[in-house]
């Protein structure tokens, strides 16, 4: 391989059509952001849509739910026609609403459809902890001990799954099967489609946990026919902390009764009604629950604009050529000091790189004080995600000669290697 030098990181970074886009964030100076994929950062635009919003609260009160800028009443939908496109569906089969939990709960309700002989929940043993725990309580709830109801498909590295293994625990008692897109520690990108097509040779609804996917991968959820997905919109999204989620819902599921229902899938039409008959809106926002929570979901606005923008195509390629730049400055600056435990494949990747460490803690905590950040996953990931919308090829060259600094000095072990609270 040649030697990548800061010549050709400059040559990258000048032919890059989505280079402009930095200036639209927040980045600073002297510091290079690396942990998108927990949480992306703010933008000019959402901080402007966010003030739009509370404006609209100030200066008209209550009328901002059919008045203002961007109607309260049918933000979540208006917004959902453009995530639509980053999930590849049709507009109504998507809303924005709820977290990735609570979506989870409520879909899990709605499509876990427990009969006599068909009783599992299958998923998978690398997910992460709340999709988890969702699903314990929703077997709970029918009645059902999880210990034996919740099948997690085993890997053989505790890093990533094989497509086979899941397709070989699809047996006639599973019931509904819920896995990740996109693997939170290790960044594998599962099949969706193949997973999709095998759960429904054996007539087994199946449902995507997008988080960690969306805003960075293109998705086609409507022609894989994906019964369902859930998401965040804070990681790759850039919505902001505790930013509105959102979800996917087949429209052959629209007449399916919402597992728990709230005043806000109503019929628009109907929901002032106030009648204790419950009239779902036939699309993905009958499974909206409560009051939207429009100051979490305001941001979305200007940073679903600059998706818009930018295509959800541009971005995936400029991710897959910025994860490819790192590994290989890993391997030219730092060869065999990490074990790199993503996919190396493109089309098996999502937008992170992993890296696996004894010392992953405390190198993190040096990565920082030099200025990356990165983010820990125990015992001993670093994950290292470079954002197509605001991480030039440049910061990636930056980053991999600190962090090399960091290794051939051993500063690292200045530090104690234990995770902070949050990692
Ligand atoms: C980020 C993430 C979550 C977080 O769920 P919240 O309800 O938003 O706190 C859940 N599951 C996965 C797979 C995630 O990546």
């Given at each position: 391989?040649?030697?990548?030098?800061?010549?050709?990181?400059?040559?990258?970074?000048?032919?890059?059509?989505?280079?402009?886009?930095?200036?639209?964030?927040?980045?600073?100076?002297?510091?290079?952001?690396?942990?998108?994929?927990?949480?992306?950062?703010?933008?000019?635009?959402?901080?402007?849509?966010?003030?739009?919003?509370?404006?609209?609260?100030?200066?008209q009160?209550?009328?901002?739910?059919?008045?203002?800028?961007?109607?309260?009443?049918?933000?979540?939908?208006?917004?959902?026609?453009?995530l639509?496109?980053?999930?590849?569906?049709?507009?109504?089969?998507v809303i924005?609403?709820?977290?990735?939990?609570v979506?989870?709960?409520?879909?899990?309700?709605?499509?876990?459809?427990?009969?006599?002989?068909?009783?599992?929940?299958?998923?998978?043993?690398?997910?992460?902890p709340?999709?988890?725990?969702?699903l314990?309580?929703?077997?709970?709830?029918?009645?059902?001990?999880?210990?034996?109801?919740?099948?997690?498909?085993?890997?053989?590295?505790?890093?990533?799954?094989?497509?086979?293994?899941?397709?070989d625990?699809?047996?006639?008692?599973?019931?509904?099967?819920?896995?990740?897109?996109?693997?939170?520690?290790s960044?594998q990108?599962l099949d969706?489609?193949?997973?999709?097509?095998?759960?429904?040779?054996?007539?087994?609804?199946?449902?995507?946990d997008?988080?960690?996917?969306?805003?960075?991968?293109?998705?086609?959820?409507?022609?894989?026919?994906?019964?369902?997905?859930?998401?965040?919109?804070?990681?790759y999204?850039?919505?902001?902390?505790g930013?509105?989620?959102g979800?996917?819902?087949?429209?052959?599921h629209?007449?399916?009764?919402?597992?728990?229902?709230?005043?806000?899938?109503s019929?628009?039409?109907s929901?002032?009604?106030?009648?204790?008959?419950?009239d779902?809106?036939?699309?993905a926002?009958?499974?909206q629950?409560?009051?939207?929570?429009?100051?979490?979901?305001?941001?979305?606005?200007?940073?679903?604009?600059?998706?818009?923008?930018?295509?959800?195509?541009?971005?995936?390629?400029?991710?897959?050529?910025?994860?490819?730049?790192?590994?290989?400055?890993?391997?030219?600056?730092?060869?065999?000091?990490?074990k790199?435990?993503?996919?190396?494949?493109?089309?098996?990747r999502?937008?992170?790189?992993?890296?696996?460490?004894?010392?992953?803690?405390?190198?993190?905590?040096?990565?920082?004080?030099?200025?990356?950040?990165p983010?820990?996953?125990?015992?001993?990931?670093i994950?290292?995600?470079?954002?197509?919308?605001?991480?030039?090829?440049?910061?990636?060259?930056?980053a991999v000669?600190?962090?090399a600094?960091?290794?051939?000095?051993?500063?690292?072990?200045?530090?104690?290697?234990k995770?902070?609270?949050?990692?």
């Open positions: 391989m040649t030697q990548i030098t800061a010549e050709t990181v400059e040559l990258l970074d000048q032919n890059d059509e989505l280079a402009s886009f930095k200036n639209e964030f927040y980045v600073k100076n002297d510091s290079i952001y690396l942990d998108g994929n927990s949480l992306g950062l703010l933008s000019r635009r959402a901080e402007q849509s966010l003030l739009d919003v509370l404006n609209d609260w100030k200066e009160g209550i009328d901002g739910w059919m008045g203002g800028k961007y109607p309260w009443f049918t933000l979540s939908e208006q917004l959902a026609e453009k639509a496109v980053l999930v590849g569906a049709e507009a109504n089969e924005v609403t709820g977290s990735t939990t979506n989870l709960h409520q879909l899990a309700a709605t499509f876990f459809e427990p009969k006599p002989g068909k009783t599992k929940i299958l998923a998978d043993e690398l997910t992460f709340s999709d988890i725990y969702a314990q309580s929703q077997l709970k709830l029918k009645g059902l001990n999880p210990e034996t109801e919740l099948v997690q498909v085993k890997s053989k590295n505790w890093m990533t799954l094989d497509e086979q293994d899941i397709i625990a699809m047996t006639d008692d599973v019931a509904l099967i819920v896995l990740p897109s996109v693997l939170y520690r960044g990108l969706m489609e193949r997973l999709t097509k095998e759960a429904h040779k054996r007539n087994i609804p199946i449902g995507f997008l988080c960690h996917s969306i805003g960075a991968v293109p998705h086609e959820l409507s022609k894989w026919g994906v019964d369902f997905a859930l998401w965040c919109n804070y990681k999204v850039n919505a902001g902390p930013g509105v989620g979800i996917y819902v087949n429209k052959k629209f007449t399916k009764t919402p597992g728990l229902s709230g005043w806000f899938g019929k628009k039409e929901q002032f009604d106030m009648d204790h008959t419950f779902a809106e036939e699309s926002g009958g499974f629950i409560g009051t939207p929570h429009m100051l979490s979901t305001a941001p979305l606005i200007g940073s679903l604009s600059i998706f818009e923008e930018a295509k959800i195509e541009r971005i995936r390629s400029k991710s897959l050529k910025l994860t490819t730049l790192l590994m290989d400055l890993l391997d030219q600056e730092l060869k065999d000091v990490f790199v435990v993503n996919p190396l494949d493109d089309a098996r999502g937008g992170h790189v992993a890296l696996m460490h004894n010392d992953a803690a405390r190198i993190c905590k040096a990565l920082k004080d030099n200025g990356i950040v983010d820990f996953r125990a015992p001993n990931v994950r290292l995600a470079p954002v197509a919308l605001y991480n030039s090829f440049r910061d990636v060259y930056d000669h600190i962090l600094k960091i290794m051939n000095t051993r500063e690292y072990e200045k530090y104690e290697n995770r902070e609270v949050i990692a």
